[in-house]
């Protein structure tokens, strides 16, 4: 018997197991070797401070929206505080996100095998594998967003206000996911005539992403201009882009991810591929004048705000991926269907296997080479990213500690995620300090950022007996120069692990 009849006969447990078992074996290895990336030390920290009772935004500084820091807070506070643990549930989160993907492609299809197929593409997909194994606000918003658009496949007369529930929850997590909004309003108008029941369904739709949201409402009631500077201002301030420069840099990620002038490893070969996929379906839909599909709709809002953070990383385009794999692997059925010859169908195949094939090399990128990763500056300081190192770093902090004096210094906050330490005020965020030289000194406070002078005072009264030269110090201060500040004020190095620098005080009992 054939595979794909294979496929299509056997029971739907067993397909769906072996998928997850396919997506298991990518996705979980990943969360444990990928190479850590600088925000998840501020996400992993903050997810423990709202745990032990601190309040975003008021009690320190997290340019985010509020969800993921409660999310994963709560699973940590069952599993325990740890790097591995958190990218665990990632990795959950990847999988439930690929078996939706299976899902729905196979129902918009009309066959299982093309389900299949999308969670094949999904799966090895660079922007994928690569970044939603991480703790980061963008695997579980993603979660979010695709079972909003999935759930409208559904019969319910309910879909509509779990849909707006789910994408106020995608929007808890990343404040621009709601400008997909739009498309799904478009959607309910072209799909429902009567208007009666167009104006039900979007006061239900209305409802849940009203109620998804309305805890936003508590954190800006609290203080409002703390809460628009973590949400909005900070992304105002955050670079020196001018209007030219604004441009220049969308149009370079651009061309990055086409792979026009330059690549980005892997990344920019499958994203060209999907795009084109979905380029094509597009204009076919135009020329045979068809209503634009709902999944055409988000893939497009998401292309485009995915352009609007300043600065734009290519990173920022895995949450349209399981969108792009649906719409491709959906045309590729239909052209199967329609007039899709053995030599187009050969081709297509031998494409998909390249596709497939070529993983391996950023599979080995984002674990152990680090070219092209973001926060690696080059081949020396790949030790210093990976979890085996900062928890190594993080047991370092703790054996030097005294039991009176638990505060410390660190430039990145992702040591002190699983130690009884705590970093000091205002360094919660790993841009705190560059934010600090471009509010004025009052706000600095308000905002509950560290400034150069504030550090500087706690160096000189050597207020903590831990300081921590590591990851993200290069980018926030010269290394050479706040190093010779903590030695001329009294600290030497203690110890040193791969290229991180421990210093305490010189006259330590420990010592």
Known sequence: MPLIERIERAHAAIVYGLLAVLLAAVFVPMSLLRLVDGDEG??????????????????????????????????????????YGARVLSAVFSIALGLLVCR?????????????????????????????????TFVLPTLFLFAAYAVLSSASRWRWVASGVLIGLATDCRVYL????????????????????????????????????????LFFLIEPRTFLFNIVGNQVIRSD???????????????QLLAI??????????????????????????????QPSLVSTIVLSLLLISLAPTPVYTQYFCIPIPFLVVNAVVFLARLDRDALGPRLRHLFASIAAVYVLVSPFDLYRYSYGGALVPG??????????????????ARAIDHNLRRDRQLAISFWPGYFVETRASLLPGLENHFALIFSRKVSPHEVTQFKLMSYPELARHLRQRTVDVIVLGNWTDWTHNRESIRSQIVQNGYVMKERIANTEIYTPALDGHQ
Do not use: C
């Open 42 to 83: 501020t996400y992993l920290l903050v997810s423990r401070l709202v745990v032990e009772g601190q309040v975003p935004y008021h009690d320190f500084f997290y340019p985010q929206m509020f969800l993921l820091p409660y999310v994963y807070g709560a699973w940590m506070k069952l599993v325990s505080y740890s790097w």
């Open 104 to 136: 729905q492609a196979a129902r918009l299809a009309g066959a299982r095998r093309w389900g299949v197929l999308a969670v094949v593409l999904f799966t090895f997909s660079s922007l994928a594998f690569g970044w939603y194994p991480l703790v980061k």
């Open 178 to 217: 709601i400008a997909v909004v739009p498309a799904f309003v478009l959607e309910l108008y072209l799909t429902e005539a009567d208007t009666r029941r167009r104006l039900m369904h979007f006061a239900r739709f209305a409802i849940g992403l009203a109620l998804a949201l309305l805890p936003n409402e």
């Open 241 to 255: 882009f001018g209007l030219l420069g604004w441009v220049e840099q969308r149009v370079g990620v651009v061309e």
């Open 261 to 290: 002038n330059r690549a980005d490893g892997v990344t920019s070969f499958q994203f060209l591929l999907l795009f084109l996929l979905n380029l094509t379906s597009w204009v076919s839909s135009a020329l045979l004048r068809e």
């Open 376 to 393: 690696i500056t080059g081949a020396a300081n790949v030790v210093d990213w990976r979890i085996p190192t900062i928890r190594a770093v």
